[in-house]
């Protein structure tokens, strides 16, 4: 029974989520300090507030709703989605098009039996194995 959990424990893959996750727990931190020490101030200043917006209540029927706190943690959101965006997810889509461009699609045709879409040189469906005449792929177009 050990050794089945001390097996599944060395496999590759949950060391390597388990790294994903730590490291992903760290940049976490970065972003959220990022954020809370430079954007949540700039919103701030242009809303001439302080930057901080938890002191906002309002008083309804006697009972107090704090809704500064839901809108710190609303901008911070929005701003951490907006950082990870622009500074993240955006320049490594643009370099993975850059350097990994994507290969051509091979033309397809649809089988004359079936008509799934099969390779214009295919012979054979792959999905009724029905036997067809390849058509002559144009090269050097």
């Not at 893959?13 to 727990?25: F, Q, R, S, T, Y």
């Not at 949540?40 to 809303?47: C, E, K, R």
């Not at 965006?85 to 990994?100: D, E, G």
């Not at 879409?117 to 029905?130: G, L, V």
């Amino acid at each position: 029974m050990l050794k089945g959990f001390r097996d599944f424990m060395m496999r590759g893959n949950v060391v390597d989520m388990a790294v994903g996750v730590v490291i992903g727990a760290a940049f976490t931190a970065v972003v959220t300090g990022f954020v809370s020490a430079f954007l949540t101030p700039l919103v701030g200043v242009v809303v001439g507030a302080a930057g901080d917006f938890s002191s906002y209540t309002a008083d309804i029927a006697g009972v107090k709703f704090p809704y500064g706190q839901f809108l710190n943690v609303l901008i911070a959101f929005f701003m951490t989605a907006a950082v990870l965006y622009f500074c993240i997810v955006l320049p490594i889509t643009k370099a993975t098009a850059r350097y990994m461009p994507k290969k051509p699609a091979a033309p397809k045709r649809p089988c004359p039996e079936c008509l799934t879409e099969i390779p214009q040189a295919a012979r054979r469906c792959s999905a009724c194995t029905a036997h067809v005449e390849p058509l002559t792929v144009p090269t050097g177009v």
